[in-house]
């Protein structure tokens, strides 16, 4: 069977297995694209790929033989040719890790991040040896069966991106490497080479093309192998060799676990995330999730497993978790747009950093800052208890945002509002699925009136406590194509805490992914209420926007009573191999807001539609399009940094 490449590249586990907190530092207005703080530097990622689910899949493929340290003692001896990325000197291994050496063989500078092993950071064999045709013979083969991919160059004309001229440099340096090897081939020799000529090196996604090429070419030679088939005595010697195929086969109990563990955190934190215990069956597909898992932390490089066989005939599994090099401080990098094209445009920039590993039971704290239209900084701590699945966090904030009041179309007035707040929430995280949490909250606001008539307080309070439940199994935040998402909050407010008024307010939303083939749905549905009629300047409800009420500005509607639900359909148009995805598609939408509870009737929803293109890229999703409510004109929009 084919790997499954492009996943084997995605480092990260499945968004849908992440831990709840994790998806929630990876959703939102900031990018979930990283660069390490250390030493007062920015450090950028050794590789585009850290290989993961890499090396946990060719663990996986040799478990049969992962004991043998000698290469020699292999059913079939075996060497791996790597470099030196310091000394450029290529490096023959013979013995040590076999799924260590075969990753080291293969990591692609740039792509792939470096291999220590024994001191040395290796990389691909192509920079020095790309064709070792002087290493089999220094095996002691006779007859060498030699498989090389060609290497075209690319024309002038074609020469025309900085990935082109990359590429193109990557193989002149692989011809530079082969032809002497080839050169050194024996007349006894056997040359396979697969005609794969418009398939790129880097076009993983095309796999399964290259097979039936490579079978063609070897069938070509078939007069030749098969001369070697009849004087070979490869299946006699083999048959002293006979080893386990699969450890799936036996009942193997794991006996013990051993943590290699110098990153600071507790090594009962990795062990909650790993969930696997000492007495165990052996499960590949349980231990890879709890590999991704303790990766998901996001304070190592490579979380790696070995299965290890005592003097007893006892199973030890051991853990290496190796600390990032780019430390424990994280930038993250954040913005959105909005245009109407009508002169109502606004944007925001941000920077977060998150503090990763502040104690052993893994303790994080995030500062970031946004700033545009709308001013944020915002300080979180977030405590986990892991034993009890039970978490802490503070929040302070201090924001500046405009509220706009509208009559119908009309915008009558804007305000200026600057806002200082604090909150301690106390929660639990149910896994992967969700989470509820209670808390305490103030909040000071100071409005300005910038424009347009409206008598104000001079300060608001708001003060009380507040109850929020949510789950969450979409594959992606954004732009999803399967999953579902709740979310239900009860907020009171109260005077004894220094609230300006007791109130009340309920929301809740839910949200549904389908996809088939390259036909999307999301379908959405919120309701609130405040449970009064009275005007609650700060803490009402509005609708408007992308995805509500689409054809409406941001937060137009306004009141005490709140329905809406939505349609989205999405056709993708392509998919840049899993990088970024480029959609056609459209929203039906109904809803409304009221002031009064006796207003609320079936007639008094409006109806709201638009059409958009919109690509999902690593910054942000995008849309374009044009939107129309049944009582106002159509309105083109562009939305950057914000999906469903």
């Known amino acids: 069977n084919s790997l499954e490449w492009l996943n084997l590249f995605e480092d990260s586990q499945p968004r849908k297995d992440q831990q709840f907190h994790q998806k929630e530092v990876n959703s939102g207005f900031f990018s979930s694209f ?43 001896p075996f060497r791996a040719v790597a470099t030196d990325i310091e000394t450029g000197q290529a490096v023959v291994l013979k013995q040590g890790n076999l799924a260590q050496s075969v990753r080291a063989s293969m990591a692609i500078p740039g792509m792939f991040s470096p291999v220590n092993i024994n001191g040395r950071l290796l990389v691909d064999g192509f920079v020095s040896n790309n ?41 002149l340096m692989m011809l530079k490497t082969t032809q002497p090897q080839l050169d050194q081939m024996q007349p006894q020799d056997i040359l396979i080479e697969p005609g794969i000529k418009d398939i790129g090196n880097l076009a993983f996604e095309r796999v399964s093309e290259t097979i039936p090429l490579g079978e063609n070419a070897a069938r070509e030679q078939l007069s030749h192998l098969q001369k070697l088939a009849v004087k070979n005595e490869l299946p006699q010697r083999l048959a002293g060799k006979r080893i386990q195929t699969s450890l ?58 070995h299965l290890a066989k005592n003097n007893q005939g006892q199973y030890i599994l051991k853990v290496n978790a190796v600390p990032s090099l780019a430390g424990k401080q994280r930038l993250r990098f954040g913005f959105s747009l909005s245009d109407d094209f009508e002169g109502d445009t606004q944007y925001q920039f941000g920077v977060s950093r998150i503090s990763r590993g502040f104690n052993e039971q893994g303790g994080e704290w995030s500062n970031s800052l946004i700033i545009g239209d709308t001013i944020r900084f915002d300080s979180e701590f977030y405590q986990p208890v892991p034993e009890k699945d039970l978490f802490v966090e503070p929040h302070f904030w201090h924001e500046q945002r405009d509220f706009f009041f509208y009559e119908g179309n009309d915008r009558l007035a804007e305000v200026r509002g600057r806002e200082l707040g604090v909150r301690l929430d106390v929660g639990r995280e149910f896994g992967e699925w969700g989470e ?19 008598e104000l307080a001079d300060q608001i309070h708001s003060a009380g406590l507040r109850f929020q439940y949510r789950t969450d199994t979409m594959d992606k935040d954004r732009i999803p194509t399967e999953g579902r998402r709740l979310f239900v909050e009860y907020t009171k407010g109260l005077d004894e805490l220094g609230s300006d008024q007791d109130f009340d307010r309920f929301r809740v939303r839910s949200d549904r992914a389908w996809s088939k083939d390259q036909h999307g749905l999301i379908f959405s549905a919120e309701a609130g209420t405040t449970f009064t009629d009275e005007n609650l300047l700060t803490e009402g409800l509005s609708l408007g926007g992308f995805g509500r009420m689409s054809g409406l500005s941001e937060n137009q509607l306004a009141g005490n ?68 409510t049944e009582s106002y004109d159509t309105r083109p929009f562009l939305y950057v940094g914000q999906g469903f």
């Open 248 to 305: 799936a086969d036996e009942d193997v109990r794991i006996a013990r676990i051993e943590f290699n563990n110098n990153s600071g955190l507790s090594d009962d934190v990795l062990r909650k995330r790993l969930g696997v215990s000492e007495g165990d069956r052996f499960d590949a597909a349980i231990l890879q999730r709890g590999l991704e898992s303790i990766y998901g932390l996001g304070e190592f490089d490579l979380v790696d497993h």
């Open 561 to 628: 009573h709140l329905f809406n639900a939505s349609l989205a359909y999405l056709y993708e148009l392509s998919d840049m191999g899993g990088v970024a995805q480029f959609y056609v598609g459209g929203t039906a939408e109904i809803g409304n807001v009221w002031s009064d509870d006796a207003d609320i009737e079936a007639d008094d929803l409006l109806l709201t539609g638009s059409v958009f293109i919109g690509a999902d890229t690593p910054l942000g999703p995008a849309f374009i399009g044009i939107a129309q």
């Open 34 to 76: 990283e660069l390490g703080l250390k030493d007062s530097k920015l450090k950028g990622p050794s590789g585009l790929v850290t290989g993961q689910k890499l090396m946990f899949e060719l663990r996986s493929l040799f478990t049969p033989v992962n004991h043998i340290q000698n290469f020699d003692q292999l059913p079939i």
């Open 436 to 454: 509820a949490r209670a808390g305490a909250f103030y909040s000071y606001i100071k409005p300005d009136v910038t424009t347009g008539q409206l």
């Open 131 to 171: 064709v070792p045709v002087d290493v089999g013979r220094a095996m002691g083969a006779d007859i060498l069966i030699v498989v090389n991919i060609p290497t075209f160059l690319e024309k002038q004309e074609k020469l025309d991106s900085a990935v082109s001229v990359g590429l193109q440099a990557m193989q």
